[in-house]
Protein backbone atom coordinates (compact mmCIF):
# COMPACT_ATOMS: atom_id res chain seq x y z
CA UNK A 1 0.00 0.00 0.00
CA UNK A 2 3.04 2.19 0.69
CA UNK A 3 4.45 1.65 -2.82
CA UNK A 4 1.58 2.31 -4.54
CA UNK A 5 1.13 5.68 -2.15
CA UNK A 6 4.34 6.87 -3.10
CA UNK A 7 3.62 5.81 -7.01
CA UNK A 8 0.71 7.43 -7.24
CA UNK A 9 1.99 10.90 -5.25
CA UNK A 10 4.62 10.57 -7.94
CA UNK A 11 2.06 10.53 -10.87
CA UNK A 12 -0.03 13.31 -9.29
CA UNK A 13 2.92 15.29 -8.85
CA UNK A 14 4.05 15.02 -12.84
CA UNK A 15 0.54 15.19 -13.68
CA UNK A 16 0.78 18.75 -12.21
CA UNK A 17 4.27 19.38 -13.43
CA UNK A 18 3.23 18.74 -17.19
CA UNK A 19 0.34 21.29 -16.53
CA UNK A 20 1.69 24.30 -14.45
CA UNK A 21 5.65 24.04 -15.50
CA UNK A 22 5.02 26.25 -18.83
CA UNK A 23 3.11 28.55 -16.98
CA UNK A 24 5.88 28.93 -14.32
CA UNK A 25 8.35 29.39 -16.77
CA UNK A 26 6.65 32.11 -18.17
CA UNK A 27 5.54 33.91 -15.06
CA UNK A 28 9.50 34.14 -14.42
CA UNK A 29 10.78 35.51 -17.56
CA UNK A 30 8.11 37.92 -17.28
CA UNK A 31 10.83 39.56 -14.81
CA UNK A 32 13.54 38.92 -17.05
CA UNK A 33 15.45 41.79 -17.89
CA UNK A 34 15.97 40.41 -21.21
CA UNK A 35 13.78 39.90 -24.19
CA UNK A 36 15.32 36.04 -24.10
CA UNK A 37 13.56 33.41 -23.78
CA UNK A 38 16.09 31.29 -22.55
CA UNK A 39 19.11 33.72 -20.75
CA UNK A 40 17.93 35.00 -17.30
CA UNK A 41 19.63 38.65 -17.31
CA UNK A 42 18.50 39.61 -13.74
CA UNK A 43 14.90 40.72 -12.38
CA UNK A 44 12.83 43.81 -13.61
CA UNK A 45 9.31 45.18 -13.88
CA UNK A 46 10.12 46.54 -17.11
CA UNK A 47 7.77 45.04 -19.06
CA UNK A 48 4.85 45.33 -16.40
CA UNK A 49 6.02 49.05 -17.13
CA UNK A 50 5.92 48.85 -20.91
CA UNK A 51 2.68 46.81 -20.84
CA UNK A 52 0.35 49.88 -19.80
CA UNK A 53 2.25 51.31 -22.22
CA UNK A 54 1.52 49.13 -25.21
CA UNK A 55 -1.99 50.51 -26.80
CA UNK A 56 -1.84 47.29 -29.44
CA UNK A 57 -2.02 45.12 -26.45
CA UNK A 58 -4.12 47.05 -23.82
CA UNK A 59 -6.84 47.39 -26.99
CA UNK A 60 -7.15 43.67 -27.80
CA UNK A 61 -7.00 42.82 -24.13
CA UNK A 62 -10.30 44.85 -23.71
CA UNK A 63 -11.73 43.87 -26.67
CA UNK A 64 -11.06 40.60 -25.63
CA UNK A 65 -12.93 41.23 -22.43
CA UNK A 66 -15.71 42.71 -23.75
CA UNK A 67 -16.68 40.57 -26.25
CA UNK A 68 -16.22 37.83 -23.57
CA UNK A 69 -18.47 39.39 -21.02
CA UNK A 70 -20.91 40.32 -23.40
CA UNK A 71 -21.35 36.89 -25.35
CA UNK A 72 -21.31 35.39 -22.42
CA UNK A 73 -24.50 37.49 -20.62
CA UNK A 74 -26.07 37.29 -23.80
CA UNK A 75 -25.39 33.61 -24.75
CA UNK A 76 -26.50 32.50 -20.71
CA UNK A 77 -29.80 34.34 -21.16
CA UNK A 78 -30.62 32.65 -24.65
CA UNK A 79 -29.57 29.65 -23.56
CA UNK A 80 -31.36 29.14 -20.31
CA UNK A 81 -34.58 30.39 -22.37
CA UNK A 82 -34.02 27.80 -24.64
CA UNK A 83 -33.01 24.90 -22.08
CA UNK A 84 -36.59 25.90 -20.77
CA UNK A 85 -38.34 25.86 -23.65
CA UNK A 86 -36.62 22.49 -24.82
CA UNK A 87 -37.65 21.13 -21.28
CA UNK A 88 -41.21 21.89 -22.14
CA UNK A 89 -41.38 19.73 -25.95
CA UNK A 90 -42.01 16.61 -26.52
CA UNK A 91 -40.01 14.06 -25.85
CA UNK A 92 -39.24 13.29 -29.93
CA UNK A 93 -38.87 16.92 -30.88
CA UNK A 94 -36.96 17.43 -27.43
CA UNK A 95 -34.40 14.68 -28.58
CA UNK A 96 -34.55 16.59 -32.31
CA UNK A 97 -33.35 19.94 -30.73
CA UNK A 98 -30.50 18.18 -28.32
CA UNK A 99 -29.48 16.56 -31.26
CA UNK A 100 -29.06 20.03 -33.39
CA UNK A 101 -27.66 21.48 -30.39
CA UNK A 102 -25.09 19.18 -29.81
CA UNK A 103 -23.65 19.98 -33.51
CA UNK A 104 -22.10 23.08 -33.24
CA UNK A 105 -19.78 21.48 -29.67
CA UNK A 106 -18.85 18.33 -31.80
CA UNK A 107 -17.89 20.38 -35.02
CA UNK A 108 -14.60 21.39 -35.80
CA UNK A 109 -13.25 25.33 -35.04
CA UNK A 110 -12.41 25.64 -38.88
CA UNK A 111 -15.37 24.69 -39.70
CA UNK A 112 -17.53 26.98 -37.91
CA UNK A 113 -15.40 30.07 -37.83
CA UNK A 114 -14.77 29.37 -42.19
CA UNK A 115 -19.05 28.92 -42.32
CA UNK A 116 -19.86 32.10 -40.17
CA UNK A 117 -17.46 34.64 -42.44
CA UNK A 118 -18.74 33.01 -45.63
CA UNK A 119 -22.64 33.90 -43.80
CA UNK A 120 -20.93 37.36 -42.55
CA UNK A 121 -19.58 38.49 -45.59
CA UNK A 122 -22.76 37.36 -47.98
CA UNK A 123 -24.57 39.55 -45.23
CA UNK A 124 -22.86 42.58 -45.34
CA UNK A 125 -22.49 42.15 -49.64
CA UNK A 126 -26.27 41.83 -49.74
CA UNK A 127 -26.71 45.05 -46.80
CA UNK A 128 -24.21 47.26 -48.61
CA UNK A 129 -25.41 46.72 -51.61
CA UNK A 130 -29.00 47.47 -50.73
CA UNK A 131 -30.45 49.47 -47.60
CA UNK A 132 -26.90 50.29 -46.44
CA UNK A 133 -26.66 52.03 -49.55
CA UNK A 134 -29.96 53.63 -49.78
CA UNK A 135 -29.31 55.13 -46.10
CA UNK A 136 -25.95 55.90 -46.29
CA UNK A 137 -24.83 53.48 -43.70
CA UNK A 138 -21.78 50.87 -44.40
CA UNK A 139 -21.26 47.95 -42.11
CA UNK A 140 -18.24 45.66 -42.47
CA UNK A 141 -17.10 42.87 -40.30
CA UNK A 142 -15.45 43.78 -36.86
CA UNK A 143 -16.68 43.98 -33.09
CA UNK A 144 -20.15 43.11 -33.81
CA UNK A 145 -19.49 40.16 -36.46
CA UNK A 146 -17.27 38.63 -33.60
CA UNK A 147 -19.70 39.08 -30.97
CA UNK A 148 -22.16 37.00 -32.74
CA UNK A 149 -20.07 34.62 -33.74
CA UNK A 150 -19.02 33.99 -29.60
CA UNK A 151 -22.74 33.86 -28.62
CA UNK A 152 -22.90 31.23 -31.73
CA UNK A 153 -20.96 28.84 -30.25
CA UNK A 154 -21.44 29.75 -26.30
CA UNK A 155 -25.37 28.89 -26.54
CA UNK A 156 -25.07 25.51 -27.00
CA UNK A 157 -22.87 25.21 -23.68
CA UNK A 158 -25.01 27.26 -21.73
CA UNK A 159 -28.19 24.62 -22.91
CA UNK A 160 -26.31 21.97 -21.33
CA UNK A 161 -25.27 23.33 -18.47
CA UNK A 162 -28.99 23.96 -17.45
CA UNK A 163 -30.63 21.24 -18.91
CA UNK A 164 -29.26 18.96 -16.22
CA UNK A 165 -30.48 21.10 -13.52
CA UNK A 166 -33.87 21.82 -15.37
CA UNK A 167 -34.01 17.41 -15.06
CA UNK A 168 -33.72 17.40 -11.11
CA UNK A 169 -36.23 20.05 -10.81
CA UNK A 170 -40.14 18.81 -9.71
CA UNK A 171 -42.00 19.65 -12.79
CA UNK A 172 -44.95 21.00 -11.12
CA UNK A 173 -42.47 23.00 -8.95
CA UNK A 174 -43.97 26.36 -11.16
CA UNK A 175 -47.72 25.39 -11.16
CA UNK A 176 -47.57 25.32 -7.53
CA UNK A 177 -46.31 28.43 -7.17
CA UNK A 178 -49.00 29.70 -9.82
CA UNK A 179 -51.60 28.06 -6.67
CA UNK A 180 -50.16 30.07 -3.90
CA UNK A 181 -50.86 33.20 -6.20
CA UNK A 182 -47.45 33.49 -7.93
CA UNK A 183 -47.77 34.45 -11.31
CA UNK A 184 -45.71 35.04 -14.80
CA UNK A 185 -41.89 35.86 -14.69
CA UNK A 186 -42.04 36.75 -11.09
CA UNK A 187 -42.67 32.99 -10.05
CA UNK A 188 -40.37 31.95 -12.35
CA UNK A 189 -37.47 34.22 -10.36
CA UNK A 190 -38.66 33.73 -7.46
CA UNK A 191 -39.05 29.60 -7.69
CA UNK A 192 -37.69 27.97 -10.61
CA UNK A 193 -34.64 30.26 -11.29
CA UNK A 194 -32.84 29.69 -7.84
CA UNK A 195 -33.49 25.82 -8.44
CA UNK A 196 -31.58 25.82 -11.56
CA UNK A 197 -29.14 28.90 -10.75
CA UNK A 198 -25.76 26.13 -10.60
CA UNK A 199 -26.12 25.97 -13.72
CA UNK A 200 -26.95 29.34 -15.19
CA UNK A 201 -23.55 29.93 -13.65
CA UNK A 202 -21.66 27.71 -14.75
CA UNK A 203 -23.44 28.18 -18.03
CA UNK A 204 -22.21 31.37 -17.49
CA UNK A 205 -18.40 30.73 -16.28
CA UNK A 206 -18.13 27.90 -19.53
CA UNK A 207 -19.52 30.68 -22.48
CA UNK A 208 -16.79 33.35 -20.80
CA UNK A 209 -13.71 31.38 -20.97
CA UNK A 210 -14.33 29.70 -23.82
CA UNK A 211 -14.68 32.87 -25.28
CA UNK A 212 -11.54 34.86 -23.98
CA UNK A 213 -9.78 31.24 -25.23
CA UNK A 214 -11.09 31.48 -28.54
CA UNK A 215 -8.78 32.10 -31.25
CA UNK A 216 -9.76 30.20 -34.82
CA UNK A 217 -13.54 31.04 -34.80
CA UNK A 218 -12.18 34.93 -33.70
CA UNK A 219 -9.62 34.72 -36.54
CA UNK A 220 -12.17 34.52 -39.30
CA UNK A 221 -14.89 36.83 -37.73
CA UNK A 222 -13.72 39.54 -36.51
CA UNK A 223 -12.17 41.26 -39.66
CA UNK A 224 -9.35 43.50 -40.44
CA UNK A 225 -9.59 46.14 -37.62
CA UNK A 226 -10.41 44.30 -35.07
CA UNK A 227 -8.03 41.65 -32.98
CA UNK A 228 -8.65 40.03 -30.11
CA UNK A 229 -5.72 39.53 -27.55
CA UNK A 230 -5.38 35.79 -29.27
CA UNK A 231 -4.58 37.02 -32.80
CA UNK A 232 -2.62 40.07 -31.79
CA UNK A 233 -0.31 37.23 -29.70
CA UNK A 234 -0.25 34.61 -32.83
CA UNK A 235 1.03 36.99 -35.07
CA UNK A 236 3.77 38.32 -32.74
CA UNK A 237 4.48 34.26 -33.07
CA UNK A 238 5.37 34.92 -36.45
CA UNK A 239 8.67 36.95 -35.41
CA UNK A 240 9.11 36.80 -31.81
CA UNK A 241 6.52 37.34 -28.92
CA UNK A 242 6.63 41.00 -27.45
CA UNK A 243 7.82 39.97 -23.03
CA UNK A 244 4.87 42.44 -22.57
CA UNK A 245 2.89 39.22 -23.01
CA UNK A 246 4.71 37.30 -20.45
CA UNK A 247 3.60 40.16 -18.26
CA UNK A 248 -0.12 40.13 -19.11
CA UNK A 249 -0.35 36.31 -19.00
CA UNK A 250 1.11 36.56 -15.41
CA UNK A 251 -1.30 38.88 -14.24
CA UNK A 252 -4.31 36.90 -16.09
CA UNK A 253 -3.15 33.99 -14.01
CA UNK A 254 -2.68 35.71 -10.88
CA UNK A 255 -6.42 37.18 -10.99
CA UNK A 256 -7.77 33.75 -12.26
CA UNK A 257 -5.72 31.96 -9.12
CA UNK A 258 -7.35 34.78 -6.66
CA UNK A 259 -10.83 34.24 -7.96
CA UNK A 260 -10.29 30.94 -7.53
CA UNK A 261 -9.42 31.11 -3.94
CA UNK A 262 -11.99 33.67 -2.93
CA UNK A 263 -14.50 31.41 -4.82
CA UNK A 264 -13.19 28.32 -2.48
CA UNK A 265 -13.06 30.17 0.65
CA UNK A 266 -16.60 31.68 0.19
CA UNK A 267 -17.53 27.90 -0.49
CA UNK A 268 -16.35 26.53 2.51
CA UNK A 269 -17.30 29.45 5.00
CA UNK A 270 -20.99 28.83 3.55
CA UNK A 271 -20.63 24.87 4.30
CA UNK A 272 -19.40 25.64 8.05
CA UNK A 273 -22.67 27.32 8.02
CA UNK A 274 -24.70 25.31 6.75
CA UNK A 275 -22.87 22.51 8.95
CA UNK A 276 -23.52 24.53 12.10
CA UNK A 277 -26.72 24.95 11.27
CA UNK A 278 -27.50 20.96 10.97
CA UNK A 279 -25.49 20.54 14.28
CA UNK A 280 -27.78 23.08 16.06
CA UNK A 281 -31.49 21.56 14.79
CA UNK A 282 -30.03 18.51 15.35
CA UNK A 283 -29.41 19.43 19.07
CA UNK A 284 -33.03 20.83 19.40
Avoid at 7 to 28: D, G, K, T
Wanted: a positive charge.
Amino acid sequence: MKKNGLFSRLLILLCFLFLYAPILVLVVFSFNASKSKAVWAGFTLDWYVELFHNGMILNALWVTLAVSALAAVIATVMGTAAAIGFRNLRRRTRSVCMTVNNIPLTNADIITGVSMMLLFLLAVSAWNGSLGRMLGIKWNMGFWSLLIAHITFDVPNVILSVTPKLRQLDPNIYEAAQDLGDHGFHAFRKVVLPEIMPGVVNGLIIAFTLSIDDFVISYFTAGAQTQTLSMVIYSMAKKRVSPEINALSTLMFAAVVALMVIVNLRQARQDRQARKRRETLSAQ
